[in-house]
C-alpha cells in the first residue's frame, strides 16, 4: 500500500473511533427522552429533582439514565413522591409516570333548616349565621389512612333547648331540625255564668292566691329546665265564696287558652257542730272536745206544714265565712223561767288555737239583740246550762273549773240577765259529773256521773239536792238526759239489739223502765233530746230517721205523746235540728238549735195546731 493510501487509511479509523466515541458520549450525557407525568386527578404541580416542570398531565425530558425525584401537589391532596429510575429503552412509548393523589380535605355545603326559623347557627364554636342557611363545610384529616375529622353544627335560639348536630364527610345533606321550647308564655280568657247563663263576676285563684275577677286574662309563664321534662301545672279555683262551689281545674300546656265555667250555686255546706263532752275511750272516761260534722244547708225556710212563725234567736256567722281556726258553735242552751231569754254554751278558740267554752245570755224574742257574756275565761268548759221552771233563779251547768281533766255539777243565782253571788261546786268526789237536769223545782237535781277507769266507767243516772244532801246512784245506764218532772226522768241510752240511741223514761225513784217510741223504722234510727212538757203528756225530740238528698240521715225535730202514740214530724230541712226546748211561758212555742243557715243557732217555731 502507497504511503498516500496508508494516511488516509488510518485518517478515516480515527474518525469512526470520534464518531463512535461521541456518539457513546451523547448516548450517556446529552441525549434526551421524553415521558409523560400523569397524576389522580389531573391538575398537580410536579417538580422533578426540585424543579418545576408544570402540572399533571404533562411530559418531561428526561437526560440521561440518572433517578428522578418526583413530586406532586395539589390543594386538598396530600403531596405524593416517587423516585424514578430510567431504563435504557428510547422512543416516546416508555411508560407514563403516574402519582395517585389522596384527598386531605373535603368541601361540601348543607342547606340547614329549622323549626322555628331564626336559630343561631356555630360550626365547631364559630358563628355561621341564621337560619335558614346554606353552610359550607371542610372536612380534614391529618394523614391518609386517618379518618375524616368529624364537624359539629349547635343551633340555639332564646326560650329554646339548643341541639347539635354532627356531620360527618359521607353526609349527603343535614336533615331539618326541630327546637323544643322551654320557656313559653300563655295568656288564658276566663269567663263565669250561672246555670241560666248570667255572666258572674267570680273570684279568680292561682295556686291559692287570688289573681282576678271573671271575666279576666291570665297569663301564665311555663317553664322547664330539659325538654324530657313535663310543663308545669297550676291549679285555679273559680268561685264566689259563700255564693257559688267553687269550680276547679288545671292549667296546662296543650289545653284550649279559652275557659267558660259554669258556676253551680252553694245550696249547703258541711258546719262543725263542737261539744264538749265525756266520752269513753279505751282507758275510760275522758272530758274532750269533739267535732261532728253536719250538713247545714243555706236555704232557710221549712216545708213543714205543723208549725209556723220560724225565727232565728241568735245570729252567729256562717262557718265558711270565718277563719277555720276561729269557728264558733253553740253546743246547748236552756230557756229562762220567763220564757224571754235563752242561756247557751258557746264554743270558740283563742289565739294560740285552744278551745274553751262560755256562757251566755240573750233575749229570745230578738235575732239582732245584745249579748252578755256570764261566764268568762279561756281556760274552763262551761256547758250544758239548764235552769228551774219556778222561781228559784238557780243556773246549773256542767264545768272542768274544779279539776280540768274532768267536769263537775256547778250551781249559781241568775237574776236580770247577770249572776250574782258566787259560783258553787255541787259535785266534788273523782267521778266524771255531767248533764244536769232539775227534778222536782230546785230541790232534786238529775246528772250522769260515771267512774273515770274502766271496768266501772259506765254513765248513771245520779241525783243530789242542792244542799249536798241525799246523794244517790241509780242502777240506770244512759248517754244523755235531758229533761224531767215531778213524775218521770226521761233519758237515752244505746239499744243492745240495734247499736242505736232510744228514749226511755223512769220514775224519780229509778223504778219503771218503759220505751218512749214502738214504731219499729224509728227503733232502727237514733232518737235522743227528749224533752217534756210542763204537764207531761208531751215528748220532743230528736231523730236522724229522715234521709236527705244521696240518702244521707239528717236530724229533725219531732213530737210524740208520752205514752207514744201521735208521732209527727216537727221540721222539714235537710240541716240538721236538734236539742228541742218548750217555753215555759208560750203556748206551742219551741226553741232548737239548728245548722241551717251554714252555723249552729238557736231558733224558734210555733205549733200550728198548739201545745
Known amino acids: 500500500m502507497k504511503p498516500a493510501q496508508k494516511q488516509n487509511h488510518a485518517s478515516r479509523k480515527q474518525w469512526q473511533l470520534l464518531v463512535g466515541l461521541l456518539a457513546l458520549s451523547a448516548f450517556f450525557y446529552g441525549c434526551t427522552t421524553a415521558i409523560r407525568v400523569e397524576s389522580n386527578p389531573p391538575g398537580a404541580t410536579v417538580t422533578v429533582n426540585g424543579q418545576s416542570i408544570g402540572t399533571t398531565p404533562v411530559q418531561y425530558q428526561m437526560q440521561g439514565s440518572k433517578p428522578l425525584d418526583v413530586q406532586a401537589t395539589m390543594t386538598g391532596y396530600f403531596p405524593e413522591y416517587l423516585s424514578y429510575t430510567p431504563d435504557s429503552q428510547s422512543g416516546t412509548d416508555k411508560a407514563p409516570i403516574s402519582l395517585n393523589l389522596e384527598r386531605s380535605q373535603i368541601d361540601k355545603s348543607y342547606e340547614v333548616v329549622t323549626e322555628p326559623a331564626g336559630v343561631s347557627l356555630m360550626l365547631d364554636g364559630r358563628s355561621v349565621g341564621i337560619t335558614p342557611i346554606t353552610v359550607p363545610v371542610t372536612y380534614t384529616r391529618s394523614g391518609k389512612k386517618d379518618p375524616w375529622a368529624a364537624k359539629t353544627l349547635e343551633l340555639s335560639k332564646t326560650n329554646y333547648q339548643s341541639e347539635r348536630v354532627t356531620l360527618s364527610v359521607d353526609d349527603s345533606k343535614v336533615a331539618p331540625v326541630k327546637l323544643a321550647l322551654l320557656k313559653d308564655e300563655r295568656t288564658y280568657s276566663i269567663s263565669a255564668t250561672n246555670l241560666d247563663g248570667d255572666v258572674l263576676a267570680a273570684e279568680v285563684s292561682l295556686d291559692g292566691k287570688v289573681v282576678g275577677t271573671t271575666p279576666c286574662k291570665l297569663p301564665i309563664v311555663y317553664q322547664r329546665a330539659d325538654k324530657m321534662k313535663p310543663w308545669p301545672r297550676f291549679n285555679v279555683v273559680v268561685e264566689i265564696p259563700g255564693r257559688y262551689k267553687p269550680s276547679r281545674f288545671e292549667l296546662y300546656y296543650e289545653r284550649d287558652t279559652n275557659i267558660p265555667r259554669q258556676l253551680e250555686a252553694v245550696t249547703e255546706i258541711v258546719a262543725k257542730v263542737i261539744v264538749p263532752e265525756v266520752v269513753m275511750t279505751p282507758t275510760g272516761a275522758a272530758f274532750k272536745v269533739t267535732e261532728r260534722p253536719a250538713v247545714a244547708t243555706l236555704n232557710l225556710k221549712d216545708d213543714s206544714t205543723s208549725v209556723s212563725d220560724f225565727k232565728m234567736v241568735t245570729s252567729y256567722q256562717r262557718q265558711d265565712m270565718r277563719p277555720a281556726n276561729r269557728i264558733e258553735s253553740i253546743s246547748s242552751f236552756t230557756v229562762t223561767p220567763d220564757g224571754q231569754s235563752v242561756v247557751y254554751a258557746l264554743s270558740e278558740t283563742d289565739e294560740n288555737g285552744n278551745r274553751y267554752s262560755n256562757l251566755y245570755i240573750k233575749r229570745a224574742d230578738d235575732s239582732s239583740g245584745g249579748v252578755s257574756r256570764l261566764t268568762q275565761g279561756s281556760r274552763f268548759m262551761d256547758v250544758q246550762p239548764y235552769i228551774a221552771n219556778d222561781t228559784s233563779n238557780y243556773l246549773v251547768f256542767a264545768s272542768n273549773r274544779g279539776d280540768r281533766s274532768k267536769p263537775d255539777i256547778f250551781r249559781v243565782n241568775l237574776v236580770e240577765s247577770r249572776l250574782t253571788g258566787g259560783i258553787s261546786r255541787l259535785t266534788s268526789d273523782n267521778r266524771f259529773n255531767f248533764g244536769p237536769t232539775y227534778g222536782d223545782s230546785n230541790r232534786q237535781l238529775f246528772f250522769l256521773s260515771t267512774?273515770?277507769?274502766?271496768?266501772?266507767?259506765?254513765?248513771?243516772?245520779?241525783?243530789?239536792?242542792?244542799?249536798?244532801?241525799?246523794?244517790?246512784?241509780?242502777?240506770?245506764?244512759?248517754?244523755?238526759?235531758?229533761?224531767?218532772?215531778?213524775?218521770?226522768?226521761?233519758?237515752?241510752?244505746?239499744?243492745?239489739?240495734?247499736?242505736?240511741?232510744?228514749?226511755?223514761?223512769?220514775?224519780?225513784?229509778?223504778?219503771?223502765?218503759?220505751?218512749?217510741?214502738?214504731?219499729?223504722?224509728?227503733?232502727?234510727?237514733?232518737?235522743?233530746?227528749?224533752?217534756?212538757?210542763?204537764?207531761?203528756?208531751?215528748?220532743?225530740?230528736?231523730?236522724?230517721?229522715?234521709?236527705?238528698?244521696?240518702?244521707?240521715?239528717?236530724?229533725?225535730?219531732?213530737?210524740?205523746?208520752?205514752?207514744?202514740?201521735?208521732?209527727?214530724?216537727?221540721?222539714?230541712?235537710?240541716?240538721?235540728?236538734?236539742?228541742?226546748?218548750?217555753?215555759?211561758?208560750?203556748?206551742?212555742?219551741?226553741?232548737?238549735?239548728?245548722?241551717?243557715?251554714?252555723?249552729?243557732?238557736?231558733?224558734?217555731?210555733?205549733?200550728?195546731?198548739?201545745?
Open 451 to 611: 267512774e273515770p277507769a274502766f271496768p266501772k266507767a259506765e254513765p248513771q243516772i245520779s241525783s243530789i239536792r242542792f244542799d249536798g244532801s241525799l246523794p244517790t246512784q241509780l242502777p240506770n245506764v244512759a248517754v244523755q238526759i235531758n229533761n224531767a218532772y215531778p213524775e218521770k226522768v226521761f233519758f237515752v241510752r244505746v239499744d243492745e239489739d240495734t247499736g242505736k240511741k232510744q228514749i226511755y223514761s223512769i220514775t224519780a225513784d229509778g223504778k219503771l223502765e218503759t220505751a218512749l217510741i214502738n214504731q219499729e223504722d224509728f227503733r232502727n234510727a237514733n232518737c235522743y233530746d227528749p224533752c217534756v212538757s210542763s204537764d207531761g203528756q208531751r215528748v220532743l225530740f230528736t231523730a236522724d230517721h229522715a234521709t236527705g238528698a244521696g240518702d244521707r240521715a239528717n236530724s229533725d225535730i219531732y213530737l210524740i205523746n208520752a205514752d207514744g202514740s201521735g208521732l209527727q214530724r216537727l221540721t222539714y230541712n235537710e240541716s240538721d235540728d236538734f236539742a228541742p226546748q218548750w217555753s215555759p211561758t208560750e203556748e206551742g212555742v219551741v226553741f232548737f238549735i239548728s245548722t241551717r243557715g251554714g252555723a249552729t243557732n238557736i231558733w224558734r217555731l210555733k205549733l200550728v195546731t198548739g201545745r
